[in-house]
Structure formats: C-alpha cells, structure tokens
C-alpha cells in the first residue's frame, strides 16, 4: 500500500511539474538563443541547475537557420545561430507520458519564440505579432486562430496579467513597462496517439513569446 501511495504522489507531482513549468528562450541581435526551464513568475529556485537536466534535445531553429550543438551553461542552455533576428523552439521529449487523473495518460509538447520582428508561424502552437513588433498577437494552433486561450504576460517584475484571446484568437498587450518579457498560452488537446509506448489521450501544448519593451 505505501509503494502505491508513493507511486500515486510521484504521478501526480509530475503532472503538476509538466502543467506548471514553461520552456522560454531569450536571444538579443544576433547573439545565441538561451534556453530556460522551470517557472518564469517565479524567482529561480534552488534546484534550477538540476531543472534544465530534462531539456536534453530541443529544436532550436531561426527564420533561414538551425542552431548549432545546445550546450550547458550553468542554469540554462545555449545554442549559437547564424543571423540575426527571431528564434524558435520545439520539444515534446522534456516528460515521460504520465497517468492522469482519470487514469488515462497525459503529455506535454513546449513551444517557444523569442523575438517580434517575424509575422509568420514556425510552430504548431504558437503566439504571433499581427504586425512586427506589435502588442497585437494572434494565438495560432496548426496555423488556425484558437479563440478563448488563455494567456499570461509575466513583466520584468513578475507582475502578472491574464487575457483570454477573442473569437479571431486576438488580444492585444497591456501597457509594458521596458525590459523582457514573457507570455504563456496553453492548450488542451484530445487526442488518441502512441507516446513512448503510451496510449495518450490528452496533450498538453504549452508555448512562450519572449521579447524586450523599450
């Protein structure tokens, strides 16, 4: 009884750990794109260096280019890239299917972008400026609006914001004071898929936009 209590509770710690954390990049001009994992409204924890371990093969990619081998760099990762200008990410390899609730299994994909100048998608989840550089984002899944998702803009302050995107899956930015910031947007899907030798019934898409207020 007590090995299956524990079993339950490391369950569900890790599906609070895969809903409750975000991967978000950061990349100024034509520098590297830094990778971090964990809770940005939070304030790094002292096991943030141990956090990032699960980020072991993300897709780091910018509009003409791939970056370079990811390396570690203290609590983050790094990953050079040619050019200059936004950057992407992708992984869906961070968690393990895990078990849910309701007894079905669950997993988690993570997107990222870094940047504002683009107004084109170049992931299948993701929040993008209506114009460059614009407080007008639209919220696309598979390049289609996603109405009433619900998004959170965390400042330089941790001072957080909730919006919900309209019908056309719009919203515009509040007032930013000046440096980076984040904003979170995730999606529930149904689905009925092979993951890691699971039958997963739902996925969880979790996608960050970072970039500088001046």
């Known amino acids: 009884m007590k090995t299956l209590l524990l079993s339950c509770l490391a369950l569900s710690c890790l599906s609070l ?26 304030d790094a924890p002292a096991h943030g260096d141990d956090e990032i371990k699960r980020v072991v093969s993300p897709k780091v990619f910018g509009s003409t ?23 992407w990410l992708f992984d869906d390899k961070v968690f393990e299917p895990w078990k849910g609730e309701n007894g079905q299994y669950e997993s988690v994909t993570y997107y990222a972008r870094a940047g504002r100048s683009s107004t084109a998608a170049r ?40 919006l919900t995107s309209d019908a056309k899956g719009q919203l515009t930015l509040p007032a930013l ?27 969880h898409h979790i996608s960050t936009l970072t970039f500088v207020a001046k």
């Open 123 to 162: 992931l299948d989840f993701e929040l993008v400026p209506q114009q460059a550089d614009s407080a007008a984002l639209t919220v696309l899944y598979r390049n289609k609006p996603l109405a009433d998702a619900e998004v959170t803009v965390i400042d330089p302050q941790k001072w957080q914001k909730q």
């Open 65 to 87: 280019a791939s970056a370079g081998k990811v390396q570690r760099n203290g609590g983050h990762l790094q990953a050079p890239l040619r050019g200059d200008g936004d950057a």
């Open 177 to 203: 004071r000046p440096g980076r910031h984040i904003v979170v947007v995730s999606h529930k899907e149904p689905v009925q898929r092979q993951i890691g030798g699971q039958s997963v019934a739902l996925m």
């Open 17 to 42: 750990s895969a809903q409750a954390h975000e991967i978000w990049i950061e990349r100024d001009a034509s520098g590297p794109v830094q990778i971090y994992f964990g809770e940005p409204a939070q």
